[in-house]
């Protein structure tokens, strides 16, 4: 299946599907990580059939359920919001927003051995505005990572999070491993790179389980006190 949808990314019709989307120039398209992208798609260990769709924006979410049948949810089933593609990442409910930060604290944990301390700052920072506003832009002025900031904006940090990150974060990477003098300094930042898009991908999986938990077997019933309150009104 994954090979199956490396072929459809590589493919042409996706290349036109992608420069349609989001209005990319040649040159914003060929900024994108892709390599980075295809690795990280056949090392994924987590559920491939629901990053494959988290990837393309075909998650069975409210918004795109209610089109087929208008008896099923309209809202999303942890905080009763609109849910859209983004929502995985960007619900309020305090149940999923936990679980997202602890993840992400761990994430960071491990790239601090590891990442450019300017870069990992910047990615924290823009991560977490994303998920405060979907329509985030990120301001680079001043910023030591301007050129960076501002390409992730063209590319997008919605894509940023779903699938796309800008090849220079790898660069920058590559750099930093030079600097300190490590061997093969490039095979590094590929594979830095490589689990970076894997770890989100490995979040977003877990909270997209949270959340179909949440909507098959509500919290109320997942407790057996409430479950069995529930059950004696019926
Ligand atoms: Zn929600």
Redesign the pocket.
């Known amino acids: 299946m994954i090979h199956q949808l490396r072929d459809l990314v590589m493919s042409q019709e996706y290349v036109t599907w992608m420069h349609q989307k989001f209005s990319w120039s040649e040159g914003t398209f060929r900024d994108i990580a892709w390599s980075a992208f295809y690795k990280a798609m056949d090392k994924f260990q987590g559920h491939q059939n629901s990053i494959r769709k988290y990837i393309h924006g075909w998650l069975p979410v409210a918004e795109v359920v209610k089109c087929y049948n208008e008896h099923e949810i309209t809202k999303?089933?942890?905080?009763?919001?609109r849910?859209r593609q983004d929502?995985v990442l960007?619900?309020?409910?305090q149940k999923?927003t936990q679980k997202q930060e602890e993840r992400f604290d761990e994430l960071w944990q491990k790239l601090e051995k590891t990442t450019d301390p300017i870069l990992l700052e910047a990615m924290k920072k823009h991560i977490k505005r994303w998920i405060q506003n979907p329509q985030y832009m990120a301001m680079a002025r001043g910023s030591a990572l301007q050129s960076v900031v501002l390409a992730q904006n063209r590319i997008g940090w919605t894509n940023f999070l779903h699938r796309h990150i800008f090849s220079q974060f790898i660069k920058n990477q590559q750099d930093l491993y030079t600097q300190q003098g490590k061997n093969t300094p490039d095979l590094l930042a590929f594979e830095w790179g490589v689990h970076f898009i894997k770890s989100i991908w490995g979040i977003a999986d877990e909270i997209w389980t949270l959340?179909c938990q949440q909507l098959h077997v509500p919290e109320e019933l997942a407790d057996p006190v409430e479950h069995c309150k529930t059950f004696a009104r019926l």
């Open positions: 999303c089933p942890c905080c009763n919001g849910e929502h960007q619900c309020p409910s999923l959340r």
